[in-house]
């Protein structure tokens, strides 16, 4: 591929043309009137598709550099132009991320490993179906291997907090993800060894939860203030890309290559995706600099043992007795378990009740699985709306916040309620009405989940890790005896949605109830 610029001073007319027998391109400038500058730099960039083989001699022009009056000098991809007229002949800058900001790089490969954690993480809720068939296993002991995951999960939460804090964010990413990747890998290895499978599992639990901490301390102190809420929806909404790639891609696998092929396919990406990271580095000089308001972690050069006390210190300045005094809180808490309960034992067995109870096929159940998240991103950016225009109008943010969170207990449970209750639907009117109203429980993203902001800016990530580690347990114990109940009452109505549907809505009047989105002083008392 060439392209040319040919400029005549005197004329102040440029033309501008590409490969051979295409019409020049032709602009005036607005030069009259000012002097012109002896020199004129510049850079472009051409995305054409070259249609014509070029002249073998041409190309040699091209790659050796063109002379104007035999003067020009080639000088990278930017080139220089004497006064008077010439050809210059330029190379294109490829690939075409090749000049965006470091920290753009940093976001994009981080939103790209937070889509391989959901893919690592819906994996298993589609093999758990070919590999009860393969080794026996009842309902009971699949909930016990679907539920070990959530036992390093909730458990790393936040330990991954303080890890990023001493060690950075960047580096307790790779090993997060190094070690779910491998232990991913293994699992078709050790899986006819039951205390093995659970510990790999339990591996990827540890190494997803560390996770969310890493990224957030790797967008604070990487991103300004300016692009950072951007940055989080773009890093954090690779979790529902990810969802919807495993539930996409898993049966295909499984049908074609086994079970096995699963794990060690996405164990690979994840492989891969750190040998990639390591040519990602941040930006030099820090951009903390430039912006005064940066969020400050610890240095890097300084002493573990150093580390260590200033972490201390810093958990001890922690307000952790009034945090436990407020109505507001205890209400986040509650209410993120009871999300939680339907949310992890939804994500589990909902493929399991499609294949079983609605008679759906592997491919079928997988790709009917996809449609909650997928309709749930599609709520997610009405439900945004709805909430801040509702604030704008001037309705209390409190009512706003109980709203939405109303709406995302009740939406579900009233599904599974309907889903539940022979009515003689069909299996896709099943399917619809609960995509339905696991889409809708999105609304949490602005009720539940934009709460810890309002009542305590200063304490939010505090109050999202604490209400996060109680969200975790329903992943240990629900998963479990959802498969528990189901073996003792083989009624997917009592193991699945009963749970479900008591928790969302003592979850809504608890809610209700004591929910505040008013700033709180969290000061320590004497």
């Known amino acids: ?73 080639e000088k990278e991809s930017v080139g220089e132009v004497e006064n008077g007229d010439g050809e210059v002949g330029f190379d294109l800058d490829w690939p075409p991320w090749k000049n965006l900001p470091q920290r753009y790089k940093l976001i994009g490969t981080t939103s790209l490993a937070f889509v391989i954690c959901n893919m690592d993480k819906v994996n298993l809720s589609i093999a ?17 291997v679907q539920s070990s995951f959530f036992w390093g999960y909730a458990l790393s939460q936040l330990p991954g907090g303080w890890l990023a804090r001493i060690f950075g964010g960047r580096k307790v990413l790779e090993v997060g993800v190094i070690v779910w990747s491998l232990a991913t890998a293994l699992v078709p290895i050790v899986a006819g060894f039951m205390p093995g499978l659970i510990l790999c599992r339990i591996l990827v639990g540890i190494g997803e939860g560390v996770s969310p901490s890493a990224a957030t301390d790797m967008i604070a102190r990487t991103i ?16 529902s890309v990810g969802s919807v790639l495993g539930l996409l891609l898993a049966p295909p696998l499984i ?22 990271f390591q040519f990602f580095k941040e930006d030099k000089p820090p951009l903390a600099a430039a912006y005064p308001s940066w969020p400050q972690s610890f240095p890097m050069n300084k002493s573990l043992k150093s580390s260590l006390n200033d972490l ?31 949310h992890y034992t939804c994500l589990s067995w909902i493929p399991t009740y499609f294949s079983e109870e609605l008679n759906l096929d592997l491919t079928e159940a997988a790709w009917v699985s996809v449609l909650p998240p997928l309709a749930s991103i599609f709520v997610t950016s009405i439900a945004s709306q709805l909430a801040d225009s509702l604030i704008a109008k001037g309705v209390e943010t409190t009512v706003v916040r109980k709203i939405c969170q109303t709406i995302a207990f009740i939406s579900p449970a009233t599904c599974m309620i309907l889903s539940s209750l022979d009515l003689g639907l069909s299996p896709w009117t099943v399917v619809l009405i609960l995509t339905g109203g696991l889409a809708l429980s999105s609304f949490a993203l602005s009720g539940l989940y934009c709460t810890h902001q309002d009542i305590s800016p200063e304490y939010a990530s505090v109050l999202l890790g604490i209400t996060n580690t109680v969200g975790a347990v329903p992943g240990i114990i629900g998963v479990a005896l959802t498969g528990y109940l189901l073996d003792s009452t083989h009624s997917w109505g009592m193991s699945l949605f009963a749970p479900s549907i008591f928790f969302y809505l003592t979850g809504t009047i608890v809610w209700l109830a004591l929910a505040s989105s008013k700033p709180q002083d969290f000061s320590k008392s004497d």
């Open 1 to 73: 591929m060439t392209a040319r610029i040919i400029s005549n001073a005197d004329s102040n007319l440029f033309k501008f043309s590409h490969g051979t027998d295409v019409k020049a391109l032709q602009f005036r400038t607005s030069l009259r009137n000012q002097p012109i500058k002896r020199k004129l730099k510049f850079r472009v960039f051409c995305s054409i598709k070259e249609r014509e083989r070029e002249d073998f001699a041409e190309k040699q022009r091209i790659l050796n550099g063109l002379d104007v009056k035999g003067q020009l000098k």
């Open 128 to 144: 758990i179906i070919p590999m009860s068939h393969q080794f026996g296993w009842n309902a009971s002991v699949a909930g016990l």
């Open 224 to 239: 300004p203030i300016a692009e950072r809420s951007r940055a989080v929806s773009f890093v954090f909404g690779g979790l």
């Open 312 to 342: 201390g210190s810093s958990v001890k300045d922690v307000p952790w007795r009034e945090f436990f005094k407020s109505k507001a809180v205890w209400a986040m808490i509650y209410a993120h378990f009871c999300g939680s309960w339907g």
């Open 255 to 276: 049908e074609n290559y086994g079970w096995g092929s699963v794990f060690y396919i996405f164990g690979s990406l994840g492989i891969a995706w750190f040998s990639i």
